[in-house]
């Protein structure tokens, strides 16, 4: 598969500061990509080279195979972006900022107009009055306007700033909606480590304007530290299982058995626990924290 988004080293310099420093990734069709980083790491910045508000010092942005600095026109359609706040008659009904847009805007037909309503749930709003329509509303009318045109590579600086929990979910799911039912790539920034982990599919750690990491959430979560057995007999349970495992590093707390243990074995363990007609009365996977893991890559002195 071809990715929707290349950066190739990417650098930026402002003056004599240099504000990205040799910036590579990749992101493919339907999924969700995050750029972390505490405020002033280069999420912005980033944003706006590859959606050609700012040059780029050297590198390349590619998206969809096209070079930006080759074709800008040719490979900026296939994007949709909320960079700033996204600019809204707020006089005027949702409906007629849409028709406003879609009028600068070549191919939008009024079909389109009402799928992309459809898509963000403002259909029973979108009559009335921007002024009248809560943060959440506002954002998702700005995300309907931003996927407009059909594009194929959706970049939201901060999608969630300044929204409630209510209105972070909504973005979220609307965000994973998009991803996987229409096949968008989706990035999105955001300076909230457990907005990532909740949103996206992977996501890059940026750090003064370095990449640290690149991380897929999938893989972080089966990142186990030890699997807790609460089971009885528990002398029983311990000869099982050391016999199972001669190797194993095996705890015995009030809690129960705590077992270092690959993910993959859980389910093998608990059935030989069943046959060897030990009760069990839970099972918990003690995993390492992504903040814990956070901390071990960014070398613990930057939380995020
Ligand atoms: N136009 C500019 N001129 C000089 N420095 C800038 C400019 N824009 C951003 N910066 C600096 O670049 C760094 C990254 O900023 P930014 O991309 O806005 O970070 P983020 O979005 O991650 O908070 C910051 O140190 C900021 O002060
Ligand atoms: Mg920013």
Redesign the pocket.
């Known amino acids: 598969m071809n990715p929707l988004l290349q950066l190739k080293h990417v650098r930026k310099e402002?003056?004599r500061?240099t504000?990205i420093h040799d910036l590579s990734l990749e992101v493919f069709a339907g999924e969700v990509f995050g750029l972390l980083?505490p405020?002033?790491?280069?999420?912005?910045?980033?944003i706006r080279m590859i959606v050609g508000l700012m040059g780029i010092t050297s590198g390349e942005v590619l998206i969809n195979g096209i070079s930006i600095a080759r074709d800008f026109e040719k490979a900026i359609q296939h994007v949709g972006a909320i960079v700033e706040n996204p600019e809204m008659y707020k006089f005027l009904t949702g409906y007629q900022n849409l028709i406003h847009y879609a009028r600068m805007t070549t191919g939008v037909t009024e079909e389109r107009i009402d799928e992309v309503v459809q898509l963000v749930g403002l259909e029973h709003r979108i009559h009335d009055k921007v002024k009248t329509y809560s943060l959440g509303m506002r954002q998702r009318l700005g995300l309907a306007q931003a996927l407009l045109h059909r594009p194929s590579l959706l970049i939201l600086d901060e999608p969630t700033n300044g929204l409630d929990p209510a209105g972070i979910r909504e973005i979220r799911d609307y965000l994973r909606k998009l991803a996987r039912e229409e096949g968008l790539a989706i990035i999105v920034?955001s300076h909230l480590l457990t907005e990532m982990e909740m949103m996206c599919d992977r996501f890059a750690i940026?750090q003064h304007?370095k990449l640290v990491t690149i991380e897929s959430v999938q893989e972080l979560s089966k990142q186990i530290e030890k699997v807790l057995f609460t089971v009885e007999p528990v002398e029983k349970a311990l000869q099982l299982i050391q016999t199972r495992y001669p190797h194993i590093n095996i705890t015995h707390t009030d809690q129960g058995i705590e077992i270092p243990l690959d993910y993959k074995e859980i389910p093998n363990l608990t059935a030989a626990l069943v046959d060897g007609q030990i009760n069990i009365y839970g099972i918990q996977v003690l995993a390492k924290s992504l903040e814990e893991r956070f901390l071990e890559m960014t070398g613990g002195n930057e939380i995020v």
């Not at 405020?39 to 980033?46: H, L, R, S």
């Open positions: 402002i003056g500061k504000i980083g405020n002033g790491a280069g999420k912005t910045t980033t920034s940026i304007g």
